[in-house]
């Protein structure tokens, strides 16, 4: 369970230059903030110490599954391929 591991991961200092997390797809959110559980990790606290200096986050979800992107979060780049989207994260400085 991912919401497990990152509280553990975050408390033992670990750090990673790239994390890739593709979670199941959410269910269609227009009009409201989205609830799936790529929103859920985008909003993690623990998530963004994870990441080394530099490092990247890189997040697969539906694109029927309107994300917010929060801080501390940056988008560098966004890529489609039907109804698969990849957002590439980083760390805002």
Do not use: C
């Not at 200096?53 to 940056?74: M, N, S, Y």
């Amino acid at each position: 369970d991912v919401f497990a591991a990152l509280p553990q991961l975050a408390a033992s200092g670990a750090q990673f230059d790239l994390i890739l997390a593709d979670p199941p797809y959410g269910e269609k959110n227009v009009g409201k903030r989205s609830v799936s559980f790529a929103q859920r990790v985008l909003d993690d606290a623990d998530l963004p110490k994870l990441l080394a200096p530099g490092g990247l986050f890189v997040l697969g979800h539906a694109k029927r599954d309107t994300l917010e992107i929060p801080p501390p979060w940056t988008e560098r780049k966004l890529m489609k391929h039907g109804d698969s989207w990849m957002r590439f994260l980083r760390v805002a400085a």
